[in-house]
C-alpha cells in the first residue's frame, strides 16, 4: 500500500461541476501540498496547508489532521482546470525536505 | 514569485550519447534541488537530492554514475544523464525548497528522447 493514496484516479465532468479530490496518507506529515501537472509537464504549487483549509480561487483545500486525509474542491469548474492534480505529504523527521508523491488524479472538464 | 527555469524542454539524442539538464533559480538561492524522472501516466520518481557545494543524495536504485548531478552554486543544478540508452527516455523535472514554511517551485521539465 502506498503512503499516500489519491481517489479518483481518473474524473470526467462537465463545466460548471463542483469537483472533489481526495487524498489519504499513512504517515505523519509536517504539511500537505496539492500539486496541478497540466499536459506540457509543468507542475504548479497550488497549495500547502498543515492544518485546516485555504482558498484560492476557486481552488479549496481542507486537511484534517487526525483523520489523515485531505481534499482538494474546485468550484465551478472549467475545461481550463483539466489537469493532473498531485497529492505530495512531507514527513515530520527535522530538516527532511523530500515529499512523497501519490499516484495523481487526472482531471478532464468537457465544455 | 520564486521561478526555476529549465532547459532545455525537450532533446531527443542518440544512444550512447551524454545530454545536460539544467535548473536555474532565477530570483531566490537554491540550496536544496530535488530531480525527479516521471513516465507516462505515472507520478513522479525522485531521483536524487542536490545540495550546494556537496555531493548528491540518491536514492535506492538510481545509479549515481549514470546520473550526474551538479549543485555548483545556489542558482544552478544540473543533471547529466550519461551514456543514454533508450530506457532513459523519460520527464525529467527539478524542483527547490523554498523553506519549510513555503514550499516548492518546479521547473518546467525536459522531456528526453533517447534514439
Known amino acids: 500500500k502506498n503512503e499516500v493514496e489519491q481517489s479518483p484516479q481518473n474524473l470526467t465532468a462537465q463545466e460548471g461541476e463542483f469537483i472533489t479530490i481526495n487524498c489519504s496518507y499513512s504517515v505523519g506529515i509536517s504539511a500537505l501540498h496539492w500539486l496541478q501537472q497540466h499536459p506540457g509537464g509543468g507542475i504548479v504549487s497550488l497549495f500547502m496547508?498543515?492544518?485546516g483549509k485555504k482558498k484560492h480561487g476557486r481552488l479549496i483545500a481542507t486537511i484534517n489532521i487526525q483523520e489523515k486525509h485531505s481534499s482538494l474542491h474546485i468550484t465551478a469548474s472549467h475545461p481550463r482546470d483539466s489537469a493532473v492534480y498531485i497529492c505530495?505529504?512531507?514527513?515530520?523527521?527535522?530538516?527532511?525536505?523530500?515529499?512523497?508523491f501519490g499516484q495523481g488524479t487526472r482531471l478532464t472538464i468537457n465544455p | 514569485g520564486a521561478v526555476v527555469s529549465q532547459h532545455p524542454s525537450w532533446v531527443i539524442c542518440k544512444s550512447g550519447t551524454s545530454v545536460k539538464i539544467e535548473c536555474r533559480s532565477l530570483?531566490?538561492?537554491?540550496?536544496?534541488m530535488f530531480w525527479y524522472r516521471q513516465f507516462p501516466k505515472q507520478s513522479l520518481m525522485l531521483m536524487a537530492t542536490s545540495n550546494e557545494g556537496s555531493k548528491a543524495t540518491y536514492e535506492q536504485g538510481v545509479e549515481k554514475d549514470k546520473f550526474l548531478i551538479n549543485h555548483a552554486s545556489l542558482t544552478l543544478s544540473t543533471l547529466t544523464v550519461t551514456s543514454a540508452h533508450p530506457e532513459d527516455s523519460s520527464f525529467y523535472i527539478c524542483?527547490?525548497?523554498?523553506?519549510?514554511?513555503?514550499?516548492?517551485?518546479f521547473g518546467s521539465g525536459t522531456r528526453l528522447t533517447v534514439v
Open positions: 496547508l498543515s492544518s
Open positions: 524542483s527547490a525548497s523554498l523553506g519549510s514554511h513555503y514550499g516548492y517551485t
Open positions: 530570483d531566490f538561492q537554491a540550496t536544496t
Open positions: 505530495a505529504v512531507r514527513g515530520l523527521i527535522q530538516g527532511a525536505q523530500k515529499l512523497v
